[in-house]
């Protein structure tokens, strides 16, 4: 064993020295030579070389070209049946403005191009004034746009923390992953567009949205609200197909809230007035005997105003006889509230026509502003509403 070691020891020392310290041969260089030499030759019959397999790559191809060109041929006869989008604008219009909202909201996810057809303010104006109309006011719109402006906001906070997140998750995670996941996440909640009627429309159809109207006969048609009409906060309940409503707290009672309130109850407001407000009048020159009006009436100053429906009336010295009377050219106007029993405190009150302001006290109730009714479903609204018993 040790002689072998020695014998390998002394060989590779040999060796080793041979190498590091003779110089190559001369016929080293023509050896590189004639190995290039030797790869260009073998080159010539190297068969990934262009025109070796070209026979059979040619064969392959013609088949490939004649099974794409029949998959082809076979999908021009699928899809040779005319699509609803083939049809010419006009008719295609035609076919969405007969489509309820539900038929609507459907087809907004066949396609882009029928999400922005169907999403449009065209078609769903109708629909808004169709079912809404009656009951949004300028006031609910004005609530609509606040409540779009906090929506963005609240967006925009978000997004803020969103990408806040983003870059504290980009230490661990790879950020093009995260911001893909972010990014996917901000288009779904962003897919439809927030200040459109139909965003409108469907808030208040599910009843998240509460918008102020006026409702007639509060509280279930209570005997101290009968033919009157107060301010609200409405929430719509779709499965019923009603309404529940909020009224501002009078006073030191807390907020009242009816359920069950129905669609014949319920109007926009005629004036763009808050229910706190004196509403200064511009009919008491042209107030005649037999016109329709509300006026404004609260129980103190703490609480907020109502509208009262009641009829100018004749003075004491007049006699109602129409060629005599002249009661249009009195200073005073007579204010009669037919509902309640004569002799009754709330049956008549009269206001001054040339200077007229909140009028009343602490035991009777104060009176404000005065609004002619010119339009006859407004009358006809609060002959229907009329009690079945005279009030005391």
Known sequence: MLFLLITCFTFITFLYKSISLKPLPLWSSEVRLLSIWFWKDFLILNPFKKGFLQPFISSKMMSLRRKSFTSRVENVEANSEMS????????????????PPEGLCSMVNVCSSL?????????WERHMKEKWGRVIGLAAYREWQWHIASRNDSSFFNQAKQRGLVTYLSQFWPISLVRSNSSC???????????????????????????PAQVYN????????????????LSYDPRTDTFQARYPPHGRREIAIETGVTW??????????????????????ELCPDDHIEIQWRRNKEFPYGWWYGVVGHSETCDGNEYY???????TVVLEFNQYTPGSRWRTTNIDRKDHCEEGNEADGFYGGIRKLQSNEEISTWRRLWPSDVLE
Do not use: Q
């Open 84 to 99: 609803v989008l083939d049809l010419p604008e006009l008719a295609l219009e035609c076919i969405l403005e007969k489509l």
């Open 115 to 123: 999400r922005e057809k169907c999403t449009s303010d065209y078609l």
């Open 185 to 211: 996440s901000f288009k779904k909640k962003h897919s439809s567009p927030v200040d459109s009627i139909m965003s409108w429309y469907l808030a208040l159809e599910s009843g998240k949205f509460w918008f």
């Open 218 to 233: 509060r509280e279930n048609g209570h005997v101290g609200f009968m033919l009157s009409c107060y301010d609200a906060e």
């Open 264 to 285: 014949d109850r319920l109007r926009a407001p005629p004036l763009d007035t808050s229910p706190h407000d004196l509403y200064i009048s511009d009919c008491l020159t």
């Open 325 to 331: 009377c002249r009661c249009h050219d009195s200073d």
